[in-house]
């Protein structure tokens, strides 16, 4: 059997197969999961405590940092250490809007008392609840979920003190995670 081919469809056919190929994104799908596992490591090592810090920025960039050289060495992924650079775009992309979050309600002097007590077991779409109390709890729940922190709404709102913050309002597949019934 036999299959004829254009040049033209020929080129095509390897045109694809260098994009494909040189597409981070694609390959790191794949790998996704495995990433997030190796910065939630670092985020939860106490020599990482956001207080010793000095701004989000450098808490965000040396946790990733020091997640990618992990992520780096495993076996089989020796093919990025030449990509570095992409790579620690990429992990800004996906990760570094909850890493700021983090540092936000790890270095902020509101109690976290108010999240448990606004959290019920009936849904209400309207209510709000501290945006960084919510990524929070977020960063260790399964990656379909931590892909919605970044739809979440950022709204302005003051707590029961009078304090001012930023507030959000959750989709129902969060609440059910945050009451423990996903």
Wanted: aromatic share 8%.
């Amino acid at each position: 059997m036999k299959i004829k081919l254009t040049e033209s469809e020929l080129v095509n056919m390897v045109r694809m197969i260098i994009e494909d190929s040189d597409d981070l994104m694609s390959r790191m799908k794949r790998r996704q999961g495995e990433l997030s596992n190796m910065v939630q490591k670092q985020v939860d090592q106490e020599d990482n405590n956001p207080d010793s810090f000095s701004d989000e920025f450098e808490y965000a960039d040396n946790i990733l940092s020091w997640a990618l050289d992990e992520f780096i060495d495993q076996p089989g992924n020796e093919w990025l250490e030449d990509r570095r650079d992409d790579l620690l775009d990429y992990a800004k992309e996906e990760f570094g809007d909850q890493l700021f979050d983090l540092y936000y309600s790890a270095t902020s002097e509101e109690e976290d008392d108010e999240f448990g007590e606004n959290i019920t077991e009936q849904f209400n779409r309207e209510q709000l609840y501290r945006r960084e109390d919510v990524v929070r709890m977020l960063m260790g729940a399964p990656a379909e979920l931590r892909r919605l922190i970044k739809k979440l709404p950022s709204i302005d709102c003051e707590n029961d003190k009078g304090e001012k913050t930023i507030c959000t309002k959750i989709p129902e597949t969060i609440h059910v995670y945050l009451t423990g019934r996903y």
